[in-house]
């Protein structure tokens, strides 16, 4: 476990101030997809410590985040402790605000380390993910979604390709090397019924 975090970006991360390594993560995407632009409404979920709504804070964005755990305030984040899969966790995102231009969700499961239950668990969450989306993103905005790799992501990748315009999984290099997790990243948000 130590020898991990003393990887690269733990160390890039504490000398820029960025709550988590994941935060990179998030630069590396939206430098090569350009997902979040100034004056954007972001939702963030699963966002605990915080190191994604910093960096959306950074490039000009206004955001909402949720996450089961708490989380030490931001300038510029709103933050709802709460469950994504949880209908009253929806309704208070509504009382925030109801459309945003970008969602992006990094909740991980708890790893039970049986890959077969973490990838379960993590389609899951991105299936709730998915949910919020449908309900909250604008027109022609953005979607990133962490998911552990198993035998059900091309399923869910059939689920969320007719919303999009532009739609792939892709793994940022600050990702770790033998990580299961990948990113579907979608732009282009149809509203279909
Ligand atoms: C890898 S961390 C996110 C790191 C974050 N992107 C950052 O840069 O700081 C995953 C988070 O997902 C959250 N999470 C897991 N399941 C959740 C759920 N059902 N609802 C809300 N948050 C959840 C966890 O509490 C955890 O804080």
């Not at 630069?27 to 632009?37: S, T």
């Not at 309900?135 to 998911?147: E, P, Q, T």
Request: glycine share 6%; with cysteine.
């Amino acid at each position: 476990m130590k020898k991990q975090k003393q990887d690269y970006y733990y160390w890039e991360a504490k000398k820029k101030g960025y709550r988590s390594r994941a935060a990179f993560k998030l630069l590396q995407m939206n430098k090569e997809f350009k997902l979040i632009k100034e004056n954007n409404w972001v939702l963030d979920l699963g966002s605990s410590p915080g190191g994604w709504s910093q960096v959306a804070v950074e490039l000009g964005a206004k955001v909402v985040a949720v996450d089961l755990n708490p989380m030490k305030p931001i300038e510029g984040v709103e933050f709802i402790r709460g469950d994504i899969t949880k209908e009253e966790t929806v309704q208070k995102i509504k009382e925030i605000r109801d459309s945003f231009d970008v969602v992006i969700c990094d909740a991980s499961p708890k790893i039970t380390g049986k890959w077969t239950i973490d990838h379960l668990l993590s389609i899951d969450l991105a299936k709730a993910a998915f949910n919020i989306a449908k309900l909250f993103l604008k027109r022609n905005g953005c979607f990133v979604v962490k998911v552990f790799q198993g035998e059900e992501i091309q399923k869910l990748f059939n689920e969320f390709k007719p919303y999009f315009r532009f739609k792939k999984f892709h793994s940022p290099k600050a990702s770790r090397k033998r990580s299961a997790e990948v990113y579907f990243i979608g732009k282009g948000f149809k509203k279909l019924l």
